[in-house]
């Protein structure tokens, strides 16, 4: 009886403990990057213009491929130049639309606490998109399935210093292509409160996404705030498809957000030039949101960049290089001088595991997305192996990155508790300041103490059983999985939401399959 009792009081106190944990990551994912730092400009207002003049060059001369009948006539019926497949800009034209894009915007969270504003002053961090494997330590590399997308929205929605849920944050692959983006939807909005990324695999999808958050938001409510926020990938060099097309129809239409991204790799999609490449990015990105206004005058729209290199001794990709990031500062720079929002950067890495390597090629892409003062950072955990697997160490090694770079954001605090003058009363020349009142006001948060960092002594190290980084991790992801719990969902919401995807998994499947 004493033993289960013992056994119970354990409990309770795991649950209390578990309990205080979640209060305080719900309390922390209300506190998105406010950025206080100085913004690093790589160019002066001359480089600027520059940039800008060799951008509306490639758009008046070259013109842009719009892989869509319907695109094309909107966009010739408000001005511009078509020619077959080709579409042609002049600056007045191009700058007037993009023009009427907001500045910045409030995207919807199912949680209003959670909602996230994107552009201004602020950083939004989201997770890893895209991969179709999943590496971990036990499993090593694999082809993603539907419970491996599901695990990364909780560990994203665990994280304090993950702001967004994500999108595609891995591909499902047990799951029909035709389906699964309304089983990524509905995980998004059952395993988490954080704001979520509508599907861009078709015009249809695009569709569905609408029709789920207006169940989940209203019709007439994501028309004031976008629920979705959608990746438009260009189709580099020069090109939009016919599937991105399609979508951008749609989101402007329902006017949900979306991020317009030229997907460079310099050398291979764009010049071995950084200037080249850079003018062809902001050429290619500012046409398509031209076209977003065009369709919607005042669509939230984010100007995107993924821009890295190939080694061209062998064709792959690489990431974490210099010119990569100089880059990223200029397209930053860039997307200010339009006054739009920016998204960039993430932790980008060749390698394959959470190794060195990941770690340093990771950070050289962090410094700068900060610095440049990103305000929409897709990959910022998880990314490994040129963005083909999610991590589940590596996910959460970044996000112990993303929360030393929240502090850094913050700049410097200069108030009179800052500067500790009764400290200094206290403590005599020679003394130590760890007993002061100041210390001990703010021992527990003074300074960021990295969970997956070892700070012990070499000795006491080795008494743990000498872990390292990726056998801790490990650890993490299992204790955070251990101890989820699913944020509380309005059931009529579930209710509707259930009916409408078993309404619309009926429909696909009796659909023309290149419908």
């Known amino acids: 009886m004493l033993k289960r009792n013992s056994m119970t009081e354990t409990t309770d106190r795991r ?115 895209g991969c179709p ?12 399935t539907l419970k491996d997308f599901q695990n990364f929205v909780k560990l994203a929605y665990m994280s304090p210093y993950i702001h967004h849920s994500g999108g595609t944050v891995v591909e499902p692959t047990d799951e029909p292509v035709s389906t699964r983006h309304l089983d990524m939807l509905l995980s998004h909005i059952t395993y988490s409160d954080k704001a979520f990324m509508g599907s861009v695999t078709s015009g249809k999808n695009a569709a569905d996404s609408v029709a789920i958050a207006e169940i989940v938001f209203g019709a007439d409510t994501i028309r004031q705030n976008p629920a979705l926020l959608s990746l438009i990938n260009v189709s580099s060099p020069r090109r939009f498809d016919d599937r991105m097309l399609s979508c951008i ?10 991020i317009i991204t030229p997907f460079i790799l310099a050398g291979a999609m764009g010049p071995t030039s950084v200037a080249g490449t850079v003018a062809q990015l902001n050429a290619e990105a500012l046409a398509g949101i031209a076209l ?25 990709p690489t990431f974490g290089t210099p010119e990569s990031q100089t880059a990223l500062y200029i397209s930053a720079q860039m997307a200010r001088h339009y006054g739009l929002p920016f998204r960039g950067g ?10 060195a390597q990941a770690g340093y090629e990771s950070i050289m892409v962090m410094i700068p997305t900060v610095m440049a003062r990103t305000n929409f950072v897709l990959h910022s955990a998880g990314w ?44 005599p020349p020679g003394g130590h300041f760890l007993g002061t009142a100041h210390t001990l006001r703010h021992f527990r948060d ?9 700070y012990n002594s070499a000795e006491q190290w080795e008494l743990n059983g000498a872990p390292d980084t990726y056998a801790r991790a490990n650890a993490k ?16 919401t579930a209710e509707a939401l259930r009916r409408f995807i078993e309404k619309r998994k009926a429909e696909i499947a009796i659909e023309p399959r290149d419908a």
């Open 15 to 129: 649950r209390e403990r578990r309990a205080r944990q979640a209060s305080a990551a719900s309390a922390a994912r209300m506190q998105p990057i406010t950025y206080n730092l100085p913004v690093y400009e790589l160019l002066n207002p001359e480089g600027v213009q520059r940039v800008h003049e060799m951008s509306m060059r490639i758009l008046r001369e070259l013109g842009i491929d719009f892989y869509d009948d319907e695109a094309r006539e909107i966009l010739r019926a408000h001005g511009a130049d078509v020619r077959g497949d080709t579409v042609f800009f002049d600056e007045e034209l191009l700058l007037k639309y993009v023009g009427m894009a907001p500045s910045q915007f409030t995207q919807l969270a199912r949680n209003p606490q959670n909602n996230v504003t994107i552009g201004g002053n602020n950083m939004v961090f989201a997770p890893v998109y």
């Open 133 to 144: 494997f999943v590496e971990d330590l036990d499993g090593g590399r694999r082809e993603a």
């Open 249 to 258: 129809k749609v989101y402007a239409r329902a006017r949900q957000a979306m």
């Open 292 to 316: 977003c206004q065009m369709i919607n005058p005042g669509t939230p729209v984010i100007y995107g960049s993924f821009l890295s290199t190939i080694d061209l001794q062998s064709g792959a």
């Open 346 to 355: 993430g932790t980008f890495s060749s390698s394959k595991v959470p190794d």
């Open 384 to 427: 490994l192996e040129n963005g083909l697997v999610s991590g589940y160490e590596k996910f959460v090694l970044d996000c112990e990155i993303l929360g030393m770079l929240h502090i850094w954001a913050k700049g410097v605090d200069l108030s009179d508790e800052a500067f500790a003058m009764d400290a200094f009363a206290e403590v």
């Open 446 to 454: 003074a300074f960021y103490r990295a969970e997956l960092f070892d």
């Open 477 to 492: 992801v299992k204790q955070l999985l251990a101890s989820y719990e699913a944020p509380a969902i309005d059931s009529s």
